[in-house]
């Protein structure tokens, strides 16, 4: 059996469990580092403090296998664009305090057909294998570990700052999702003030309803998928009935894949309504 299999480096993650969903691995090597010597094929393991016990093997299961050729390096040897860092997505996130890749093949055990001397030279020994120390030195040079992207939807609402009572109002609200990632089920509902009447909604995508409850009409808008950098807009009119402060909150929500920041996900615009 080649010795680099079953090599292991662990990495304990800082600021305690995260959430991953893809590492970085890079098998470049420095000059003079002999190229049979790179990273080919590994497996990821991880282990959670919180419910294992990280110092003993048995803490850690395996969360993702690579391909044979993770690294792809071919006859007859592999060169840096085989070796340069790679991403590599899990099927699922999973949580975790310690990371630790192991080795399945380097360059020698793995490619095929250059572990043994097959050329027709009987006083030189070409394999990578039989003919030299390769196949018991591994290399890595970088691990990098990503927690799933998420989507930061915000909104904002504008509308009169003062009104006559019985007058029409109209709110102008902007949903904007600034990234990294798209996001899909995203609903914007806006909650008139007391007893106004809801006279019309128009959205620029998706589509609006509206219901009341104890005198106050909600209008649910779901607009379903931005891109990262995207707005909708939404233009809500009512009849402002009740003198006094006239409050109007809207709140916006994701389906997937989560708001990293919920401190924008709710606007308030009050109104002065005179009699
Ligand atoms: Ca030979
Ligand atoms: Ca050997
Ligand atoms: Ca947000």
């Known amino acids: 059996m080649p010795s680099v299999d079953g090599?292991?480096?662990?990495?304990?993650?800082?600021?305690?469990?995260?959430?991953?969903?893809?590492?970085?691995?890079?098998?470049?090597?420095?000059?003079?580092?002999?190229?049979?010597?790179?990273?080919?094929?590994?497996?990821l393991w991880a282990c959670n403090s919180a419910t294992a016990d990280c110092s003993s093997d048995a803490g850690?299961?395996?969360?993702?296998?690579?391909?044979?050729?993770?690294?792809p390096g071919a006859r007859p040897r592999p060169v840096s664009p085989d070796l340069i860092i790679r991403t590599f997505q899990l099927?699922?996130?999973?949580?975790?305090?310690h990371?630790?890749?192991?080795?399945?093949?380097?360059?020698?055990?793995?490619?095929?057909?250059?572990?043994?001397?097959?050329?027709?030279?009987?006083?030189?020994?070409?394999?990578?294998?039989?003919?030299?120390?390769?196949?018991?030195?591994?290399?890595?040079?970088?691990?990098?570990?990503?927690?799933?992207p998420t989507a930061d939807l915000s909104v904002t609402k504008t509308g009169p700052a003062t009104l006559k009572v019985g007058s029409l109002a109209t709110y102008s609200i902007t949903v904007k999702n600034d990234g990294p990632a798209a996001a899909s089920g995203v609903?914007?509902?806006?909650?008139?003030?007391?007893?106004?009447?809801?006279?019309?909604?128009?959205?620029?995508?998706?589509?609006?309803?509206?219901?009341?409850?104890?005198?106050?009409?909600?209008?649910?808008?779901?607009l379903g998928s931005m891109a990262s950098g995207s707005t909708a807009t939404i233009t809500i009119v009512a009849k402002l009935r009740v003198t006094g402060t006239?409050?109007?909150?809207?709140?916006?929500?994701?389906?997937s894949p989560g708001d990293s920041n919920s401190s924008n996900d709710t606007a308030t615009w009050n109104t002065t309504v005179t009699p």
Do not use: W
């Open 7 to 43: 090599t292991t480096v662990t990495v304990k993650l800082g600021g305690g469990a995260h959430q991953i969903s893809s590492v970085r691995v890079s098998a470049m090597l420095n000059p003079g580092q002999n190229r049979f010597s790179a990273l080919r094929k590994f497996e």
């Open 60 to 71: 850690f299961s395996n969360v993702y296998t690579s391909a044979d050729d993770a690294f």
């Open 91 to 97: 099927s699922a996130p999973v949580t975790a305090t």
């Open 99 to 148: 990371l630790r890749l192991v080795v399945k093949t380097n360059q020698c055990t793995g490619i095929p057909g250059i572990q043994t001397d097959d050329d027709n030279d009987p006083a030189n020994d070409s394999g990578c294998v039989t003919g030299s120390a390769r196949d018991s030195e591994v290399r890595a040079a970088e691990l990098e570990a990503f927690s799933p």
């Open 187 to 222: 609903v914007a509902i806006d909650k008139l003030p007391f007893k106004a009447e809801f006279r019309s909604v128009k959205a620029s995508q998706g589509t609006c309803t509206k219901a009341t409850v104890n005198n106050v009409t909600s209008v649910t808008c779901k």
């Open 246 to 255: 006239a409050t109007n909150t809207v709140s916006v929500s994701e389906a």
